[in-house]
């Protein structure tokens, strides 16, 4: 695996637990931490989209 690969896939599993903990808990990390989608939030979630996008590949890979 790629190391683009493992930090997208970093990427996306924090993003799955942010999301976790807002269908649970009504807790969003991201804004605990960075503040209501101030500059560095929505980078944030900007990096965790792509992340998404990137992992698709990582379905069709056969290595």
């Known amino acids: ?3 683009i ?3 997208a896939l970093v990427l996306v599993i924090i993003g799955a ?3 976790g903990l807002i ?8 804004e605990t931490i960075f503040g209501n989608m101030t500059m ?3 980078i ?3 990096l965790v989209g792509i992340s998404g996008l990137w992992a698709i590949k990582l ?3 056969h290595d």
Do not use: E, H
């Open 1 to 3: 695996m790629k190391i």
């Open 5 to 7: 690969d493992k930090i």
């Open 17 to 19: 637990i942010n999301w």
């Open 23 to 30: 269908g649970f808990f009504n807790f969003n990390l991201v």
């Open 40 to 42: 560095i939030a929505r």
């Open 44 to 46: 944030i979630y900007a």
């Open 59 to 61: 379905l069709f890979d």
